[in-house]
């Protein structure tokens, strides 16, 4: 199985920013890339998915790009809310494996 | 409702014991997978399965059994080989596997089993 890393482990950022958290892979391209979200104490939670023909995917305040150039996506939150704070886990197609997270604070 | 129903939510196990730990869904997926969690970790696949009797290892299957009599139930065994078995355990389950074994679908997580070894 191929390598995933989400470079950071921490992010903090105050409310009203936009966070961006990064998963790189290291071998062959994945047909797609998943997102979810994982509270404390709880299951990671589905939340987007990108294929890679698709540059750029949105869903609300989340935007999710691919570029299978670079061996890359970026996971953006737009005006941030500390409702959002959780770990950010990236996963791709076929693999069944998951990045180790990124935690994300986003103080008031 | 459907979903993924992971029991106990905590379980405590005196050293030695073998401990099962329960998943069952009801959302008709075929593929269903164990994972365990670390604080401060990412998740690690324990084993998996694609369909009813079969079952593949993960990458830390050392130590861990599972079945897969029914399709809606993938129950799993932390063995007294385990080392280190306190952790947060994740079941999960997905839409069938599509062609050349790629998986088509989102994972669906349960809300996990704390196992704590006394």
């Known amino acids: ?108 | 409702d459907g979903g993924i129903t992971q029991s106990p939510k905590y379980l405590f196990r005196k050293e030695g014991q073998n401990v099962t730990l329960s998943c069952e869904q009801n959302l008709n997926h075929d593929a269903m997978y164990w994972y365990r969690q670390d604080p401060g970790q990412g998740l690690r696949l324990i084993y998996y399965s694609q369909i009813v009797n079969d079952f593949q290892k993960g990458d830390i299957a050392e130590g861990y059994s599972v079945s897969r009599e029914k399709k809606e139930s993938f129950p799993l065994t932390v063995t007294s080989a385990q080392k280190n078995p306190t952790a947060f355990y994740l079941c999960a389950s997905s839409i069938k596997l599509g062609l050349a074994g790629a998986n088509t679908g989102e994972l669906f997580f349960g809300e996990g089993s704390r196992l704590t070894v006394l």
């Open chain 1, 1 to 108: 199985s191929q390598k995933i890393e989400q470079n950071s482990e921490a992010l903090n950022i105050q409310e009203g920013k936009t966070a961006t958290l990064t998963c790189n892979y290291t071998n062959y391209s994945p047909a797609y890339l998943q997102w979810y979200r994982q509270d404390p104490g709880r299951g990671p939670v589905f939340l987007l998915l990108i294929r890679e023909n698709e540059k750029e995917k949105r869903k609300e305040r989340l935007k999710v790009t691919f570029d299978t150039t670079l061996k890359q996506s970026l996971f953006h939150i737009t005006a941030s809310q500390p409702a959002d704070s959780a770990t950010y886990l990236c996963a791709l197609e076929g693999d069944m494996r998951f990045g180790a997270g990124t935690r994300l604070t986003v103080k008031p």
